[in-house]
T-cell receptor, first 114, second 112 residues
Framework: AQSVTQLGSHVSVSEGALVLLRCNYS??????LFWYVQYPNQGLQLLLK??????LVKGINGFEAEFKKSETSFHLTKPSAHMSDAAEYFC????????????FGGGTRLMVKP | EPEVTQTPSHQVTQMGQEVILRCVPI?????FYWYRQILGQKVEFLVS????????KSEIFDDQFSVERPDGSNFTLKIRSTKLEDSAMYFC??????????FGQGTRLTVV
């Protein structure tokens, strides 16, 4: 079975600072990995995905993530935080050939201080 | 851009009542899912649906829950007799195989 752990339920950064949201996964077979963002009172929007092509994945809004198999990690980064980045971020894993059922991490709430 | 549409956006119901949550997936998608998110908790898988039948379900998806694709476009989640602990945001998702899931905006269900 697969699982996802997001370290830090809350992360606070200053506007313009680096954003780093951590995600570690566990899976017995090659995974697909995703980051979703949820703005207040809204649904889940895909930020980026890893599906076994390039290990460094670029997404929307300046975010990127790097798949590191040796560390079983898929951390999300953004060089410079913007106030509009304040939201909840979810890392998710699905297994290749397993119907694409997503298993989500617990989420990380990103707060951006002016 | 195509999108998954869920109705209603918010439903309040009394404990013990039946509710039906509706979803219109993206038209050429073949796989459909329901997830839920209890306030402050992680998003949890409920059920997956493919080729007009349930392909997988979680332990949360007990006999009180059912899904249906009644007319080839809508995808519904029914809760027969709601409990207080069913209060959550329910998300529908659809996708073509091996692409990302597209999520709807969710239905907030409040059981009182």
């Amino acid at each position: 079975a697969q699982s996802v752990t997001q370290l830090g339920s809350h992360v606070s950064v200053s506007e313009g600072a680096l954003v780093l949201l951590r995600c570690n996964y566990s899976s017995s077979v090659p995974p697909y990995l995703f980051w979703y963002v949820q703005y207040p009172n809204q649904g889940l929007q895909l930020l980026l995905k890893y599906t076994s092509a390039a290990t460094l994945v670029k997404g929307i809004n300046g975010f990127e993530a790097e798949f590191k198999k040796s560390e079983t990690s898929f951390h999300l980064t953004k060089p410079s935080a913007h106030m509009s980045d304040a939201a909840e971020y979810f890392c998710a894993v699905s297994l290749v050939g397993a119907g694409n059922m997503l298993t989500f991490g617990g989420g990380t709430r990103l707060m951006v201080k002016p | 851009e195509p999108e998954v549409t869920q109705t209603p956006s918010h439903q309040v119901t009394q404990m013990g009542q039946e509710v039906i949550l509706r979803c219109v997936p993206i038209s050429n998608h073949l796989y459909f899912y329901w997830y839920r998110q209890i306030l402050g908790q992680k998003v949890e898988f409920l059920v997956s649906f493919y080729n007009n039948e349930i392909s997988e379900k979680s332990e949360i998806f007990d006999d009180q829950f059912s899904v249906e694709r009644p007319d080839g476009s809508n995808f519904t989640l029914k809760i027969r007799s709601t409990k207080l602990e069913d209060s959550a945001m329910y998300f529908c998702a659809s996708f073509v195989q091996n692409t990302e899931a597209f999520f709807g905006q969710g239905t907030r269900l409040t059981v009182v």
